[in-house]
């Protein structure tokens, strides 16, 4: 099954348990948040990144200078392990984990979740690629990436059990658009996708496709 397929399932399971007023609401915070052009502000093809040092999830610092020396460098900004499409991203790019290292390239993934969360992340999808903690989303801010949760949107969260402010350790509501990068290791970013519908995934043979091509 391809990851659209499984993205696409949550979203009808999330439609046929949830209150239409509710699968209303959440549409709406996607069409404002579209509406305010964060994707075009965000980091472009082209430009630099900026680089970071960031915790895994066994508290290591990673350096993204030290990854980009290894060669390609493929990013992953996901929410967290609190959103189901998220997961199934991170899984989808554990599947073809070997296909993307055999191309020259190293995989990580970003999220404003505590250590302890980004822990439980790899380790429930036994993932063998780095997992980074973003706190504050001072990385993810620099990418561009960062939107506050909208109001009308928390009580809905929290009815489905999700405290946002517990898994990222502050009370600031804000989290990353999912977005993936690839970025030379020149710092020059090869290609992007953001999207802020976070139902709207990359691929991870679209992933691929992009490494063949910077061979």
Same mark, same amino acid.
């Given at each position: 099954m391809s990851l +659209?397929?499984?993205?696409? +399932?949550?979203?009808?399971?999330?439609?046929q348990q949830a209150p239409e007023n509710v699968f209303t609401t959440m549409e709406a915070a996607t069409a404002k948040l579209a509406a305010t052009g964060i994707t075009d502000q965000a980091l472009q093809t082209g430009q630099t990144m900026p680089d970071f040092e960031l915790p895994d999830a066994t508290g290591k610092s990673v350096s993204s200078s030290e990854l980009r020396a290894k060669g390609l460098l493929l990013i992953s900004f996901y929410r967290g392990n609190w959103c189901p499409y998220c997961n199934l991203e991170l899984q989808a790019l554990q599947a073809r984990l070997d296909d993307i290292t055999a191309l020259g390239a190293t995989l990580v993934a970003i999220s404003p979740e505590s250590p302890d969360q980004s822990l439980t992340t790899q380790e429930k999808f036994d993932l063998k690629f780095p997992v980074l903690t973003d706190t504050g989303n001072q990385v993810a801010r620099q990418f561009g990436l960062v939107f506050t949760l909208d109001?009308?949107?928390?009580?809905?969260y929290n009815n489905f059990g999700i405290d946002i402010t517990t898994h990222n350790g502050d009370q600031s509501f804000e989290l990353p658009i999912p977005a993936t990068y690839l970025v030379a290791a020149d710092g020059t970013v090869l290609n992007r996708f953001v999207d802020v519908d976070y139902r709207e995934r990359l691929a991870p043979e679209t992933a691929l496709a992009w490494l063949q091509a910077a061979q």
């Amino acid at each position: 099954m391809s990851l +659209a397929t499984e993205l696409q +399932a949550v979203t009808e399971n999330v439609r046929q348990q949830a209150p239409e007023n509710v699968f209303t609401t959440m549409e709406a915070a996607t069409a404002k948040l579209a509406a305010t052009g964060i994707t075009d502000q965000a980091l472009q093809t082209g430009q630099t990144m900026p680089d970071f040092e960031l915790p895994d999830a066994t508290g290591k610092s990673v350096s993204s200078s030290e990854l980009r020396a290894k060669g390609l460098l493929l990013i992953s900004f996901y929410r967290g392990n609190w959103c189901p499409y998220c997961n199934l991203e991170l899984q989808a790019l554990q599947a073809r984990l070997d296909d993307i290292t055999a191309l020259g390239a190293t995989l990580v993934a970003i999220s404003p979740e505590s250590p302890d969360q980004s822990l439980t992340t790899q380790e429930k999808f036994d993932l063998k690629f780095p997992v980074l903690t973003d706190t504050g989303n001072q990385v993810a801010r620099q990418f561009g990436l960062v939107f506050t949760l909208d109001e009308s949107l928390r009580p809905i969260y929290n009815n489905f059990g999700i405290d946002i402010t517990t898994h990222n350790g502050d009370q600031s509501f804000e989290l990353p658009i999912p977005a993936t990068y690839l970025v030379a290791a020149d710092g020059t970013v090869l290609n992007r996708f953001v999207d802020v519908d976070y139902r709207e995934r990359l691929a991870p043979e679209t992933a691929l496709a992009w490494l063949q091509a910077a061979q």
